[in-house]
T-cell receptor
Framework: NAGVTQTPKFQVLKTGQSMTLQCAQD?????MYWYRQDPGMGLRLIYY???????DKGEVPNGYNVSRLNKREFSLRLESAAPSQTSVYFC????????????FGQGTRLTVV | LAKTTQPISMDSYEGQEVNITCSHN???????ITWYQQFPSQGPRFIIQ???TKVTNEVASLFIPADRKSSTLSLPRVSLSDTAVYYC????????????FGSGTRLLVRP
């Protein structure tokens, strides 16, 4: 099993460009998450999807949009990238909302210049 | 959500037992305590979870006193590969629980 797969692994964007980070899980999990982690800092929750068809804002949602395409996939979109969005982005999934054991992808390292 | 407080960093030596304490004074009745481990350039990994008293698995032990206002993650006989950031999370496992991470404790294990 691949677990949680994120694409791409690395990306460099120019300020103002848009892009979508992809995340897919093959564990039949209901809940999925997007986090960002700045250098030397903890993870901050951007958006959360408790189940297919639902999304909810996390701690730092501004500048981002999400789509829960189906049960497997949860994408994160930056409409107009800013240098402040330079970070490592992690996707995670858990069996259901409230499940405290989540599984994380390997991350996407994004640099906005 | 109960706020958690952990030491920013800790140092240890190979073979020692390491105890990382997390303070969560406003923990609610239904809240569980969960610990994650994160190695550099990787996503966090679930280590252990508990509600009260003591929980042990193949990786660590979790000690929770009766008042549940703090918890201690215990790593027996650490090795260099235990160098990582350790996060303490507190939440009620209900559908609204969103896995909010704090800053974590950066553990450095020296030879």
């Amino acid at each position: 099993n691949a677990g949680v797969t994120q694409t791409p692994k690395f990306q460099v964007l120019k300020t103002g460009q848009s892009m979508t980070l992809q995340c897919a899980q093959d564990m039949n999990h209901n809940s999925m998450y997007w986090y960002r982690q700045d250098p030397g800092m903890g993870l901050r929750l951007i958006y959360y999807s408790a189940s297919e068809g639902t999304t909810d804002k996390g701690e730092v949602p501004n500048g981002y949009n999400v789509s829960r395409l189906n049960k497997r996939e949860f994408s994160l979109r930056l409409e107009s990238a800013a240098p402040s969005q330079t970070s490592v982005y992690f996707c995670a999934s858990s069996f259901q909302g409230g499940d405290t054991e989540a599984f994380f992808g390997q991350g996407t390292r994004l640099t906005v210049v | 959500l109960a706020k958690t407080t952990q030491p920013i960093s800790m140092d240890s030596y190979e073979g020692q037992e390491v105890n990382i304490t997390c303070s969560h004074n406003n923990i609610a009745t239904n809240d569980y305590i969960t610990w994650y481990q994160q190695f550099p350039s990787q996503g966090p990994r679930f280590i252990i979870q508990g509600y009260k008293t003591k929980v042990t698995n193949e990786v660590a032990s979790l000690f929770i006193p009766a008042d549940r206002k703090s918890s201690t993650l215990s790593l027996p006989r650490v090795s260099l590969s235990d160098t990582a950031v350790y996060y303490c999370l507190v939440g009620d496992k209900g559908s609204s629980y969103k896995l909010i991470f704090g800053s974590g404790t950066r553990l450095l294990v020296r030879p």
